[in-house]
């Protein structure tokens, strides 16, 4: 099953999409403000969340511990970029999360939500669909020049509903990613997952542009998920499956 929802434009603060995917990618401030932080990159290494030989990504702790903010810089000495905002969570979870890294050559992603612990207080005493929905989405970074693109996931969500987040992810440094999202319908969250892709061309000095698209839909091993290239892999049903992204 195959569903192109076409090409949109990331560019700083301002996303351009046609009518069509104008759900897919979003803003990637979502809550958070884009800055520089000035310092080696590698100082940050002995609390870092997650290091390679090309990138890293490091927390910074905001005054009494009220949030935390990540950022991720090439290695060793290259410019922080502001990934997104985790916030402590309550019994409910947290209203503000990143997290769910990883990092191929110069790029990394990071997924990140909002409104999820709102949600779940919601919908403890109401149905789900009568609450404010929580927003997922993956922010895409190349530290090498600071381009970036968000992409919202669950997009196709018809009313609110708890899903299961952060989400199995792959990543290519050819400029390409791709994840999955389990089925969700008015019964509930499904057993079957949908793999979705994007891949990321350079519009500008700052911009991105990114096409999403449906690639399979069934009983899909998360673990199977990688890329060669931009050549996408996956197991479903048992049987190793392959797409070339470009």
């Given at each position: 099953m195959r569903a192109s929802l076409g090409n949109s434009a990331v560019t700083g603060r301002r996303v351009a999409t046609p009518a069509a995917v104008a759900a897919c990618v979003m803003l990637c401030s979502c809550g958070a403000v884009h800055r520089r932080v000035s310092s080696s990159c590698d100082a940050h290494r002995d609390r870092a969340a997650l290091v390679?030989?090309?990138v890293l990504v490091y927390p910074s702790r905001l005054p009494a511990g009220a949030a935390t903010i990540y950022f991720a810089c090439r290695r060793p000495a290259?410019?922080?970029?502001?990934?997104?905002?985790?916030?402590?969570?309550?019994?409910?979870?947290?209203?503000?999360?990143?997290?769910?890294f990883a990092a191929a050559g110069t790029e990394i992603v990071a997924q990140s939500s909002r409104g999820v612990a709102?949600?779940?207080?919601?919908a403890r005493y109401t149905t789900a669909r009568r609450c404010p929905p929580a927003r997922y989405w993956l922010t895409v970074i190349d530290t090498a020049n600071g381009r970036r693109a968000a992409l919202r996931v669950y997009a196709g969500l018809r009313s609110p509903a708890l899903v299961p987040f952060p989400v199995p992810v792959a990543l290519c440094a050819q400029q390409a990613v791709a994840w999955l999202e389990r089925s969700v319908s008015a019964a509930g969250v499904g057993r079957r997952s949908q793999l979705w892709a994007a891949t990321l061309w350079p519009r500008d000095e700052t911009g991105v542009l990114a096409a999403r698209s449906l690639i399979d839909v069934g009983a899909i091993d998360p673990s199977s998920l990688h890329f060669t290239g931009r050549t996408l892999t996956w197991t479903r049903a048992g049987r190793i499956r392959h797409r070339s992204l470009s």
């Amino acid at each position: 099953m195959r569903a192109s929802l076409g090409n949109s434009a990331v560019t700083g603060r301002r996303v351009a999409t046609p009518a069509a995917v104008a759900a897919c990618v979003m803003l990637c401030s979502c809550g958070a403000v884009h800055r520089r932080v000035s310092s080696s990159c590698d100082a940050h290494r002995d609390r870092a969340a997650l290091v390679t030989a090309d990138v890293l990504v490091y927390p910074s702790r905001l005054p009494a511990g009220a949030a935390t903010i990540y950022f991720a810089c090439r290695r060793p000495a290259g410019a922080p970029e502001e990934v997104g905002l985790d916030r402590p969570g309550s019994l409910y979870g947290s209203d503000a999360t990143t997290g769910g890294f990883a990092a191929a050559g110069t790029e990394i992603v990071a997924q990140s939500s909002r409104g999820v612990a709102t949600l779940a207080m919601c919908a403890r005493y109401t149905t789900a669909r009568r609450c404010p929905p929580a927003r997922y989405w993956l922010t895409v970074i190349d530290t090498a020049n600071g381009r970036r693109a968000a992409l919202r996931v669950y997009a196709g969500l018809r009313s609110p509903a708890l899903v299961p987040f952060p989400v199995p992810v792959a990543l290519c440094a050819q400029q390409a990613v791709a994840w999955l999202e389990r089925s969700v319908s008015a019964a509930g969250v499904g057993r079957r997952s949908q793999l979705w892709a994007a891949t990321l061309w350079p519009r500008d000095e700052t911009g991105v542009l990114a096409a999403r698209s449906l690639i399979d839909v069934g009983a899909i091993d998360p673990s199977s998920l990688h890329f060669t290239g931009r050549t996408l892999t996956w197991t479903r049903a048992g049987r190793i499956r392959h797409r070339s992204l470009s």
